[in-house]
């Protein structure tokens, strides 16, 4: 089974800085693919960034920026300068394959997810 | 804008009622996916569907049905819920081996009185 761990349930950032979201995961897969999403009072779900675990280069996407320690197991999601925009929730996820007779299914299991405020 | 739609936003039904929650999605992916997310928690997977044929259930109770006509559209059917039902239900599509993750929709806010 696999798991994700976000240990900060919230944290505050002042309005310009940069903020680090902590994540780490527990796998035995070799092949596996890492995700974060934003998540705004509105409820969708809106994706971040991804990192594969064989991609050896850390994944950015603009102000986002995913420091993968893979020994570590760890893959936090860095955002420069915050913006008030960013205040919401910050799920982690993986990607779980279920290998069966007849092929594989894949699914995302999240993290609880990391509650962000941005503070003018 | 969202490339998978969700409809109703909001829905209030009552304990003995049917309803059914829409999604819609153009971008071509063969996988959709149920999500139903409480209050400040994740979301939690329900149903899986790969090229319009159920491949997971995560033991959901037979109060949601859900339904996959084509590979753009995934019903989810509700009859007989309980107010712990109460939550959003949250759409997603994505490759069938979720390579690049997976594109939600904006959910429906279910409220069952």
């Known amino acids: 089974a696999q798991k994700i761990t976000q240990t900060q349930p919230g944290m505050f950032v002042q309005e310009k800085e940069a903020v680090t979201l902590d994540c780490t995961y527990d796998?035995?897969?070799?092949?596996?693919?890492l995700f974060w999403y934003k998540q705004p009072s509105s409820g969708e779900m809106i994706f971040l960034i991804y990192q594969g675990s064989y991609d050896e280069q850390n994944a950015t996407e603009g102000r986002y920026s995913l420091n993968f320690q893979k020994a570590r197991k760890s893959a936090n999601l860095v955002i420069s300068a915050s913006q008030l925009g960013d205040s919401a929730m910050y799920f982690c996820a993986m990607r779980e394959q279920s290998v069966y007779w007849g092929g594989s299914n894949y699914k995302l299991t999240f993290g609880k997810g990391t509650l962000l405020t941005v503070n003018p | 804008d969202t490339e998978v739609t969700q409809t109703p936003k909001h829905l209030v039904m009552g304990m003995t009622n049917k309803k059914s929650l829409k999604c819609e999605q153009h971008m071509g992916h063969r996988a959709m996916y149920w999500y139903k997310q409480k209050a400040k928690k994740p979301p939690e997977l329900m149903f899986v569907y790969s090229y319009e044929k159920l491949s997971i259930n995560e033991s959901v109770p037979s109060r949601f049905s859900p339904e996959c006509p084509n590979s753009s559209l995934l019903n989810l059917h509700l009859h007989a819920l309980q107010p712990e039902d109460s939550a959003l239900y949250l759409c997603?599509?994505?490759?069938?081996?979720?390579?690049?993750?997976?594109?939600f929709g904006q959910g429906t806010r279910l409220t069952v009185v």
């Open positions: 796998t035995s897969d070799q092949s596996y693919g």
């Open positions: 997603a599509s994505s490759l069938r081996n979720l390579a690049i993750g997976a594109f």
